[in-house]
Protein backbone atom coordinates (compact mmCIF):
# COMPACT_ATOMS: atom_id res chain seq x y z
CA UNK A 1 0.00 0.00 0.00
CA UNK A 2 1.29 3.27 -0.90
CA UNK A 3 1.20 5.27 2.04
CA UNK A 4 3.41 3.24 4.29
CA UNK A 5 7.27 3.73 3.45
CA UNK A 6 9.29 1.58 5.78
CA UNK A 7 12.19 3.46 7.92
CA UNK A 8 15.59 1.33 8.96
CA UNK A 9 17.12 4.37 11.29
CA UNK A 10 17.27 1.24 14.31
CA UNK A 11 17.45 -1.85 12.76
CA UNK A 12 21.29 -2.50 13.69
CA UNK A 13 21.48 -0.32 17.01
CA UNK A 14 20.65 -3.74 19.07
CA UNK A 15 23.16 -6.21 17.34
CA UNK A 16 25.66 -5.60 19.99
CA UNK A 17 26.43 -8.12 22.31
CA UNK A 18 27.47 -5.33 24.95
CA UNK A 19 24.03 -4.34 26.13
CA UNK A 20 25.10 -0.45 27.00
CA UNK A 21 26.63 -0.46 23.16
CA UNK A 22 23.06 -1.51 22.05
CA UNK A 23 22.25 2.54 24.16
CA UNK A 24 24.73 4.28 22.32
CA UNK A 25 23.62 2.96 18.95
CA UNK A 26 20.07 3.29 19.54
CA UNK A 27 21.12 7.64 21.01
CA UNK A 28 22.82 8.01 17.62
CA UNK A 29 20.21 6.49 15.55
CA UNK A 30 17.41 8.11 17.28
CA UNK A 31 19.68 12.16 16.55
CA UNK A 32 19.66 10.76 13.24
CA UNK A 33 15.79 9.96 12.85
CA UNK A 34 14.65 13.18 14.58
CA UNK A 35 16.29 14.76 11.95
CA UNK A 36 14.68 12.93 9.05
CA UNK A 37 11.68 13.52 10.68
CA UNK A 38 11.49 16.95 11.67
CA UNK A 39 12.19 18.02 7.98
CA UNK A 40 8.56 16.17 7.04
CA UNK A 41 5.70 18.06 7.49
CA UNK A 42 3.94 18.68 10.76
CA UNK A 43 0.19 16.03 10.79
CA UNK A 44 -2.94 18.30 9.74
CA UNK A 45 -4.19 17.52 13.31
CA UNK A 46 -3.84 16.04 16.44
CA UNK A 47 -6.30 15.42 19.48
CA UNK A 48 -5.95 13.27 22.82
CA UNK A 49 -9.14 12.77 24.21
CA UNK A 50 -9.73 10.82 27.66
CA UNK A 51 -11.93 7.85 28.00
CA UNK A 52 -11.57 6.34 31.05
CA UNK A 53 -9.76 5.85 34.54
CA UNK A 54 -8.70 2.69 35.72
CA UNK A 55 -7.33 0.87 38.45
CA UNK A 56 -3.59 -0.73 37.79
CA UNK A 57 -1.43 -2.23 40.03
CA UNK A 58 1.68 0.14 41.56
CA UNK A 59 4.08 -2.87 41.49
CA UNK A 60 3.55 -3.03 38.09
CA UNK A 61 3.40 0.29 36.52
CA UNK A 62 6.54 1.50 38.79
CA UNK A 63 8.68 -2.24 38.43
CA UNK A 64 10.88 -2.59 41.65
CA UNK A 65 10.46 1.25 41.87
CA UNK A 66 7.58 2.50 43.92
CA UNK A 67 8.03 2.76 47.79
CA UNK A 68 4.80 2.87 49.42
CA UNK A 69 1.96 0.09 50.13
CA UNK A 70 -0.55 1.79 47.83
CA UNK A 71 -1.65 -0.84 45.90
CA UNK A 72 -3.28 0.80 42.36
CA UNK A 73 -2.39 3.52 40.32
CA UNK A 74 -4.34 5.29 38.09
CA UNK A 75 -4.14 4.75 34.90
CA UNK A 76 -6.31 7.07 32.34
CA UNK A 77 -6.58 5.68 28.60
CA UNK A 78 -6.54 8.34 25.91
CA UNK A 79 -7.74 8.32 22.59
CA UNK A 80 -5.72 10.08 20.01
CA UNK A 81 -7.33 11.39 16.65
CA UNK A 82 -4.73 12.41 14.15
CA UNK A 83 -4.73 13.35 10.87
CA UNK A 84 -2.37 13.11 7.86
CA UNK A 85 -1.95 14.05 4.47
CA UNK A 86 -1.19 10.96 1.73
CA UNK A 87 -1.01 11.25 -2.16
CA UNK A 88 -4.42 9.45 -1.34
CA UNK A 89 -5.83 12.80 0.14
CA UNK A 90 -6.52 13.05 3.76
CA UNK A 91 -6.17 10.14 6.33
CA UNK A 92 -8.05 10.16 9.92
CA UNK A 93 -5.97 7.92 12.24
CA UNK A 94 -7.07 6.62 15.33
CA UNK A 95 -4.46 5.97 17.74
CA UNK A 96 -5.80 3.42 21.26
CA UNK A 97 -9.21 3.59 20.56
CA UNK A 98 -10.17 1.93 23.91
CA UNK A 99 -13.88 0.32 23.40
CA UNK A 100 -13.61 -0.10 27.43
CA UNK A 101 -17.29 -1.16 27.71
CA UNK A 102 -16.48 -4.08 25.67
CA UNK A 103 -13.46 -4.76 27.10
CA UNK A 104 -14.20 -6.55 30.51
CA UNK A 105 -13.86 -10.09 30.03
CA UNK A 106 -9.85 -9.20 29.73
CA UNK A 107 -8.94 -12.08 33.02
CA UNK A 108 -6.93 -9.29 34.36
CA UNK A 109 -10.23 -6.47 34.88
CA UNK A 110 -12.34 -9.54 35.55
CA UNK A 111 -10.54 -10.76 38.40
CA UNK A 112 -10.35 -6.93 39.45
CA UNK A 113 -14.03 -7.96 39.85
CA UNK A 114 -13.83 -11.00 41.53
CA UNK A 115 -11.68 -10.05 44.33
CA UNK A 116 -14.06 -6.96 45.45
CA UNK A 117 -16.66 -9.83 45.80
CA UNK A 118 -20.53 -8.03 46.75
CA UNK A 119 -18.08 -4.53 46.82
CA UNK A 120 -17.39 -5.13 43.42
CA UNK A 121 -20.48 -2.59 42.06
CA UNK A 122 -19.17 0.34 44.89
CA UNK A 123 -16.21 -0.50 44.30
CA UNK A 124 -16.18 0.40 40.60
CA UNK A 125 -17.98 3.34 40.99
CA UNK A 126 -15.43 4.57 43.30
CA UNK A 127 -12.21 4.06 41.22
CA UNK A 128 -13.53 3.31 37.42
CA UNK A 129 -13.87 6.82 36.11
CA UNK A 130 -15.39 6.94 32.47
CA UNK A 131 -15.55 9.89 31.07
CA UNK A 132 -15.72 9.42 26.90
CA UNK A 133 -16.49 6.81 24.57
CA UNK A 134 -14.47 6.29 21.41
CA UNK A 135 -18.01 7.10 19.40
CA UNK A 136 -18.85 9.35 21.77
CA UNK A 137 -16.12 11.69 20.79
CA UNK A 138 -15.61 11.18 17.34
CA UNK A 139 -19.56 12.43 17.47
CA UNK A 140 -18.09 15.65 19.60
CA UNK A 141 -15.48 16.22 17.08
CA UNK A 142 -18.27 15.87 13.41
CA UNK A 143 -16.15 12.72 12.56
CA UNK A 144 -18.16 9.66 11.28
CA UNK A 145 -17.44 6.46 11.83
CA UNK A 146 -16.77 5.85 7.83
CA UNK A 147 -13.78 8.47 8.01
CA UNK A 148 -12.13 6.56 10.01
CA UNK A 149 -9.29 4.97 7.77
CA UNK A 150 -6.57 3.49 10.47
CA UNK A 151 -6.96 2.45 13.29
CA UNK A 152 -3.47 0.95 15.96
CA UNK A 153 -2.87 0.38 19.12
CA UNK A 154 1.01 0.02 20.53
CA UNK A 155 -0.25 -3.49 21.22
CA UNK A 156 -3.23 -5.12 22.45
CA UNK A 157 -3.43 -6.25 25.78
CA UNK A 158 -6.95 -5.64 26.65
CA UNK A 159 -8.42 -4.42 23.05
CA UNK A 160 -11.43 -5.90 21.74
CA UNK A 161 -10.80 -4.72 18.12
CA UNK A 162 -13.79 -6.91 16.52
CA UNK A 163 -16.21 -4.77 17.45
CA UNK A 164 -14.63 -2.50 15.41
CA UNK A 165 -13.85 -3.92 12.60
CA UNK A 166 -16.40 -6.47 12.23
CA UNK A 167 -16.38 -10.65 12.56
CA UNK A 168 -17.91 -13.31 14.14
CA UNK A 169 -20.86 -11.88 12.95
CA UNK A 170 -20.76 -8.57 13.84
CA UNK A 171 -20.85 -5.73 11.05
CA UNK A 172 -17.79 -3.53 11.14
CA UNK A 173 -18.59 -0.18 13.21
CA UNK A 174 -15.61 1.51 10.90
CA UNK A 175 -16.38 0.11 7.68
CA UNK A 176 -13.35 1.67 5.91
CA UNK A 177 -11.18 1.45 8.62
CA UNK A 178 -8.11 -0.76 8.56
CA UNK A 179 -5.94 -2.11 11.71
CA UNK A 180 -1.88 -1.10 11.60
CA UNK A 181 -0.18 -3.89 13.59
CA UNK A 182 3.12 -5.58 13.85
CA UNK A 183 3.16 -8.71 12.69
CA UNK A 184 4.82 -10.31 15.71
CA UNK A 185 1.63 -8.46 18.30
CA UNK A 186 -0.68 -10.40 15.72
CA UNK A 187 0.58 -13.59 15.90
CA UNK A 188 1.29 -13.35 19.19
CA UNK A 189 -2.67 -12.52 19.94
CA UNK A 190 -3.85 -15.63 18.33
CA UNK A 191 -1.58 -18.00 20.53
CA UNK A 192 -0.62 -16.83 23.35
CA UNK A 193 0.91 -18.37 25.95
CA UNK A 194 -1.00 -18.68 30.07
CA UNK A 195 2.29 -15.96 30.82
CA UNK A 196 0.69 -13.61 28.50
CA UNK A 197 -3.29 -14.52 27.99
CA UNK A 198 -4.36 -12.46 31.22
CA UNK A 199 -4.02 -9.15 29.82
CA UNK A 200 -5.78 -9.74 26.34
CA UNK A 201 -8.92 -9.29 25.92
CA UNK A 202 -10.70 -13.46 24.55
CA UNK A 203 -11.19 -13.02 21.04
CA UNK A 204 -10.63 -9.50 20.97
CA UNK A 205 -9.61 -10.14 16.95
CA UNK A 206 -11.20 -12.72 16.38
CA UNK A 207 -12.93 -13.46 12.67
CA UNK A 208 -11.33 -9.71 11.85
CA UNK A 209 -11.11 -10.46 7.96
CA UNK A 210 -7.53 -10.04 6.77
CA UNK A 211 -8.48 -7.70 3.96
CA UNK A 212 -8.65 -4.88 7.04
CA UNK A 213 -5.45 -5.89 8.56
CA UNK A 214 -2.03 -4.28 7.48
CA UNK A 215 0.68 -6.57 9.16
CA UNK A 216 3.94 -4.73 9.26
CA UNK A 217 7.48 -6.41 9.21
CA UNK A 218 9.20 -2.77 9.35
CA UNK A 219 8.88 0.76 11.11
CA UNK A 220 6.84 2.70 8.90
CA UNK A 221 5.96 6.64 7.96
CA UNK A 222 2.36 7.29 6.95
CA UNK A 223 1.60 9.49 4.08
CA UNK A 224 3.71 12.43 3.76
CA UNK A 225 5.95 11.02 6.67
CA UNK A 226 4.10 13.40 9.96
CA UNK A 227 3.37 10.56 11.57
CA UNK A 228 5.63 6.82 12.12
CA UNK A 229 4.93 3.89 13.53
CA UNK A 230 8.21 2.65 15.40
CA UNK A 231 9.16 -0.59 16.60
CA UNK A 232 9.70 -0.73 20.60
CA UNK A 233 9.68 -4.69 21.52
CA UNK A 234 9.39 -4.75 25.04
CA UNK A 235 6.10 -4.14 27.14
CA UNK A 236 5.19 -7.21 24.53
CA UNK A 237 7.09 -8.47 21.54
CA UNK A 238 5.22 -6.82 19.00
CA UNK A 239 5.16 -3.52 20.84
CA UNK A 240 4.99 -0.22 18.45
CA UNK A 241 5.08 3.82 19.12
CA UNK A 242 3.13 6.46 17.41
CA UNK A 243 5.36 9.66 16.66
CA UNK A 244 3.46 12.55 15.37
CA UNK A 245 5.02 15.94 14.00
CA UNK A 246 3.08 18.57 15.78
CA UNK A 247 3.83 21.97 16.96
CA UNK A 248 4.99 20.65 19.57
CA UNK A 249 7.94 18.53 18.14
CA UNK A 250 7.91 14.68 18.13
CA UNK A 251 5.09 13.92 20.19
CA UNK A 252 5.28 9.50 21.17
CA UNK A 253 2.86 7.38 22.67
CA UNK A 254 3.75 4.38 24.14
CA UNK A 255 2.78 2.52 27.47
CA UNK A 256 6.23 1.28 27.88
CA UNK A 257 5.83 3.57 30.85
CA UNK A 258 3.19 4.65 32.68
CA UNK A 259 3.52 8.74 33.10
CA UNK A 260 6.36 11.09 32.13
CA UNK A 261 7.62 10.61 35.09
CA UNK A 262 8.95 7.04 34.41
CA UNK A 263 11.15 8.30 31.46
CA UNK A 264 12.73 10.83 33.74
CA UNK A 265 12.85 8.95 37.34
CA UNK A 266 15.67 10.69 38.51
CA UNK A 267 13.69 14.09 38.78
CA UNK A 268 10.39 12.21 39.80
CA UNK A 269 8.67 12.85 43.23
CA UNK A 270 6.56 9.80 43.47
CA UNK A 271 7.99 8.19 46.57
CA UNK A 272 10.85 5.59 45.99
CA UNK A 273 11.40 6.35 41.92
CA UNK A 274 14.65 9.33 42.18
CA UNK A 275 16.45 7.08 45.03
CA UNK A 276 15.99 3.92 43.08
CA UNK A 277 16.85 5.79 39.92
CA UNK A 278 20.03 7.05 41.88
CA UNK A 279 20.57 3.60 43.69
CA UNK A 280 21.06 1.55 40.58
CA UNK A 281 21.67 4.04 37.69
CA UNK A 282 18.32 2.82 35.64
CA UNK A 283 17.37 6.11 33.53
CA UNK A 284 13.75 4.87 33.05
CA UNK A 285 11.62 3.11 35.28
CA UNK A 286 9.35 -0.03 33.21
CA UNK A 287 5.63 -0.71 33.08
CA UNK A 288 6.14 -4.20 34.15
CA UNK A 289 3.34 -6.62 34.05
CA UNK A 290 4.25 -8.89 31.78
CA UNK A 291 7.86 -8.28 30.85
CA UNK A 292 7.77 -10.41 27.51
CA UNK A 293 11.15 -8.52 26.68
CA UNK A 294 12.72 -6.95 29.72
CA UNK A 295 16.08 -5.66 28.24
CA UNK A 296 14.22 -4.91 25.37
CA UNK A 297 11.57 -2.83 26.81
CA UNK A 298 14.70 -0.99 29.01
CA UNK A 299 16.31 -0.10 25.71
CA UNK A 300 13.12 0.94 23.71
CA UNK A 301 11.80 3.40 26.73
CA UNK A 302 15.84 5.01 25.89
CA UNK A 303 14.92 4.99 22.13
CA UNK A 304 11.38 6.61 22.83
CA UNK A 305 12.37 9.17 24.73
CA UNK A 306 15.61 10.14 22.92
CA UNK A 307 12.81 10.41 19.74
CA UNK A 308 10.50 12.43 21.61
CA UNK A 309 13.56 15.27 22.54
CA UNK A 310 12.91 17.10 25.53
CA UNK A 311 9.33 18.11 26.92
CA UNK A 312 9.11 21.89 25.97
CA UNK A 313 7.41 23.03 29.66
CA UNK A 314 10.17 21.46 31.50
CA UNK A 315 13.60 19.88 29.52
CA UNK A 316 14.24 17.79 32.40
CA UNK A 317 11.19 15.57 31.27
CA UNK A 318 10.41 14.26 27.97
CA UNK A 319 8.11 14.76 24.94
CA UNK A 320 5.82 11.13 25.76
CA UNK A 321 2.44 11.31 25.07
CA UNK A 322 1.51 8.28 26.99
CA UNK A 323 -1.67 6.19 25.64
CA UNK A 324 -1.92 5.36 29.57
CA UNK A 325 -0.72 8.00 31.53
CA UNK A 326 -1.32 7.93 35.33
CA UNK A 327 -2.42 10.72 37.31
CA UNK A 328 -3.12 11.03 41.36
CA UNK A 329 -6.51 10.32 42.92
CA UNK A 330 -7.33 10.85 46.56
CA UNK A 331 -7.97 7.23 47.08
CA UNK A 332 -4.11 5.80 45.86
CA UNK A 333 -1.91 8.14 48.15
CA UNK A 334 1.49 9.02 46.65
CA UNK A 335 0.97 8.14 43.16
CA UNK A 336 0.75 11.79 41.23
CA UNK A 337 2.68 11.95 38.81
CA UNK A 338 5.77 15.04 38.74
CA UNK A 339 4.72 16.25 36.02
CA UNK A 340 1.47 15.47 33.03
CA UNK A 341 1.54 15.58 29.59
CA UNK A 342 -2.84 15.82 29.60
CA UNK A 343 -4.92 16.81 27.07
CA UNK A 344 -3.46 18.09 23.87
CA UNK A 345 -4.76 19.70 20.50
CA UNK A 346 -2.93 21.02 17.34
CA UNK A 347 -4.14 22.20 13.95
CA UNK A 348 -7.48 21.82 12.05
CA UNK A 349 -9.70 18.86 11.72
CA UNK A 350 -10.63 18.43 7.55
CA UNK A 351 -14.61 16.95 7.42
CA UNK A 352 -13.77 14.55 5.11
CA UNK A 353 -17.28 13.20 4.18
CA UNK A 354 -20.26 15.32 5.09
ZN1 LIG B 1 -0.15 -3.54 28.24
Redesign the pocket.
Same mark, same amino acid.
Request: no cysteine; hydrophobic share 10%; net charge negative.
Given at each position: MSILTPFYHFNDTRNALRPLERIDNIREAAKDFRKTMLAKPKVRFYKSIELIRVPYPAKYGYLNAFALPTPFIHLCNKLFVIQFDSNEGVKTLLVSPSDWENQRETPFFAQLDQSAGPFSNQMEKLIVKGTNTVLNALQQLGLHPEDIDYITYD =?L?TQNVTRWLGGQGQAAIFPNAKLLVMREEWEGTLSLLPWQNQ?YCPSGIAGIDESRVELLDDSVFLGDGSVAIMRTKG =??EGNHSIVAHTDQGLLVTS?NGVSMDSYAPIHSKIPGLASFAKRTQAEIIING??LECGNDQYLSMIQEKSVAGPWPKDERFFNMALSSESDGYWLFPGTKPTVRMGDLEFGKLTLTTQ
Open positions: =HHW =HTENT
